[in-house]
């Protein structure tokens, strides 16, 4: 059980145009979910953080404008990036909060942006 | 804020031997909860154990285990007999013991097994 799908797994986009990412829980409700952006070679960084039916909570130096998150049910967080450019282009994780306290983490998208 | 360190960017074992990973994490908190996870080629992140602090007894997971030293704010995991699988990113981290649910990651260590 616990299962947090994500898709799509890769997207290539063209510079100028906006990308949504889902991630869905599938069998447990997800009150909590994170957003991370991880770059080759490093380590997660937590860009957001969003509880059903509340506005994100975006970290220090993240563009809440840019990357647009909203997660209207129990069950499904989508992370927006909009308006995408070659520096945009990274992997982006999200993961559920899975009670008490366990994490649920989707397998990721690999976004380029071209 | 709180901080999790990660010494070793690399480590190598080789087949079936015993690797041990170090992580230490700065924190005023005395409730909170310590991880570590592993991230394989596949970049899905996989709960490798979980140690709650104001558990004295060190977690174990069947070839994986826990060395956690409350005093010394040390957290290091222990891989037994390890195996080819077992090569991967692992990462330790760090959650608050209230309400504020977020991980803070370490940079990670990269594992490699030799056969």
């Known amino acids: 059980g616990a299962v947090v799908s994500q898709h799509p797994s890769r997207v290539i986009c063209k510079s100028g145009t906006s990308v949504k990412i889902e991630c869905r829980s599938l069998?447990?409700?997800?009150?909590?979910m994170f957003w991370y952006r991880q770059f080759p070679k490093q380590s997660l960084m937590l860009m957001a953080t969003?509880?059903?039916?509340?506005?994100?909570?975006?970290e220090q130096g993240v563009e809440k404008d840019k990357f647009l998150i909203n997660h209207a049910s129990l069950t499904l967080s989508t992370l927006t990036v909009t308006s995408a450019h070659p520096e945009d282009s990274s992997f982006y994780i999200c993961s559920a909060r899975k009670q008490p306290y366990g994490y649920t983490f989707g397998s990721g998208t690999r976004l380029t942006v071209v | 804020a709180q901080t999790v360190t990660q010494s070793q960017p690399e480590m190598s074992v080789q087949e079936a031997e015993t690797v041990t990973l170090s992580c230490t994490y700065d924190t005023s908190e005395s409730d909170y909860y310590l991880f570590w996870y592993k991230q394989p080629p596949s970049r899905q992140m996989i709960l490798v154990i979980r140690q709650e602090a104001y558990k004295q007894q060190n977690a174990t997971e069947n070839r994986f285990s826990v060395n956690f030293q409350k005093a010394a704010k040390s957290f290091s995991l222990k891989i037994s007999d390890s195996q080819l699988g077992d090569a991967a990113m692992y990462f330790c981290?760090?959650?608050?013991?209230?309400?504020?649910?977020?991980?803070?990651f370490g940079k990670g260590t990269l594992l490699t097994v030799n056969p």
């Open positions: 069998d447990f409700q997800a009150t909590t």
């Open positions: 969003s509880n059903e039916g509340s506005k994100a909570t975006y």
């Open positions: 981290a760090y959650r608050s013991g209230g309400s504020n649910y977020k991980l803070t």
